[in-house]
Structures are given as C-alpha cells and as structure tokens.
C-alpha cells in the first residue's frame, strides 16, 4: 500500500499521516528503510538522505 501511494513522489510527513501512524522514527526503521533497502522505494535526493525537501517514490517495474 506504501509504494501505490508513493507512485508520485511524498514527503516522510505526508505518508505517515497518510496512514494514521504517530511514530515516525517506528515507521521508518520498520517499513521505510527496508522498503528502500529492497530497492523497491526511491528517495528523490539520494546524495542527501536527512535533506528536509526528501520525498520517497516508489521504483518502477
């Protein structure tokens, strides 16, 4: 569901709102990282990672 909602590019804030989840730190180290580990999402600023502008897409097919 995170990747067919990130099919255009959201901020960290915009999804986790998105799914009603209060702990941004457990979202990220459970659902954020390895979905970017697994290469299956993309951060917009690679170079950049804790850039304030860092939106998440998911990879294409």
Do not use: W
Not at 38 to 55: A, E, H
């Amino acid at each position: 569901m995170i990747l067919q909602y990130c099919s255009i590019p959201r901020t960290k804030r915009e999804i986790v709102e998105h799914f009603e989840y209060s702990d941004i730190k457990y979202f990220s180290k459970g659902f954020l990282k390895p979905l970017l580990e697994s290469g299956r999402l993309q951060m917009t600023f690679p170079d950049k990672p804790s850039r304030p502008n860092q939106k998440y897409v998911a990879a294409e097919a």
